[in-house]
Every structure is written in C-alpha cells, then in structure tokens.
C-alpha cells in the first residue's frame, strides 16, 4: 500500500501532470505529419495511434508486410517482441526525438519499397519450381 501511495503522490505532482498536458494533442499531431509524409512520397505504410502507442499498417495488400520490421531495424528502430507492428514511446520524447523517428521511418519504408516489398510490384520468384504453385 505503501508502494501504490507513493506512486499516487507522485502522479499527482506538477512534474507528473506536466507530461500529460496535451499529451494526446502532440501524438496525434505526430502520427498526422508522419503519415502526410508517408503519403506524400507514395509509400504504403501508415501508423495509427492511440496517444503514445502506436501500430503500423498498410494501405496495399502484399505477402512482404511482415519483413518491414527487419527494415525497421536496419534503420535503427527495434520493435517489441509483442508483434510486428507495435510501438509504446516514452512520454517524454522530444520533437527532436520524434524527428529521428520519423526520418528512420522513412527510411524504412523506402528501402522496402525500393526492394520491391512494398506492395506493388512483387519481387520476382527466385525458384523458377515454385511457379506450379
């Protein structure tokens, strides 16, 4: 009880309540100019958001969506064991934080599309067996 008090105490402070304010305003404005980015440069992947968790998806089918997360890592962004999609940011992340986020993201996004895993052209069959398929 003592524990769950001190946590209390805590939240209630002007420290706590201060990464709060607005809180849900800045994420959203966040994942907004995120996915005007994504979009504006045609790549298909977007986030949605509930304030400071996050999940990716994406606009065109494709049998490759699973291998965004290893682009993702490429680009310095490890995503948690939970799934391949699924992202839980800090309260206290910065604009400038977020800016490198952002920038991996893109980054990401355009080498799979650029591999050719984006959706839209697939790439080619590496065994020629496997066109009976």
């Known amino acids: 009880m003592g524990a769950m008090?001190?946590?209390?105490?805590?939240?209630d402070g002007p420290r706590m309540r201060s990464l709060y304010d607005g809180l849900d305003d800045t994420w959203n404005?966040?994942?907004?100019?995120l996915n005007q980015s994504l979009e504006s440069e045609h790549l298909p992947v977007r986030v949605a958001n509930l304030s400071t968790i996050w999940t990716i998806?994406?606009?065109?089918?494709?049998p490759y969506h699973w291998m965004f997360q290893y682009y993702l890592r490429e680009a310095g962004?490890?995503?948690?064991?939970?799934?391949?999609?699924?992202?839980?940011?800090?309260?206290?992340?910065?604009?400038?934080?977020?800016?490198?986020v952002a920038q991996r993201m893109l980054?990401?996004?355009?080498?799979?599309?650029?591999?050719?895993?984006g959706g839209r052209n697939p790439p080619p069959r590496t065994n020629p067996s496997s066109a009976a398929f």
């Open 5 to 11: 008090c001190e946590f209390l105490e805590r939240l």
């Open 77 to 100: 962004i490890a995503l948690s064991w939970v799934g391949t999609g699924r992202l839980i940011f800090s309260l206290n992340y910065t604009a400038a934080d977020f800016a490198q």
């Open 29 to 33: 404005g966040r994942a907004r100019c």
């Open 57 to 62: 998806r994406y606009e065109q089918a494709s």
């Open 107 to 117: 980054s990401a996004a355009r080498a799979m599309q650029a591999d050719g895993c």
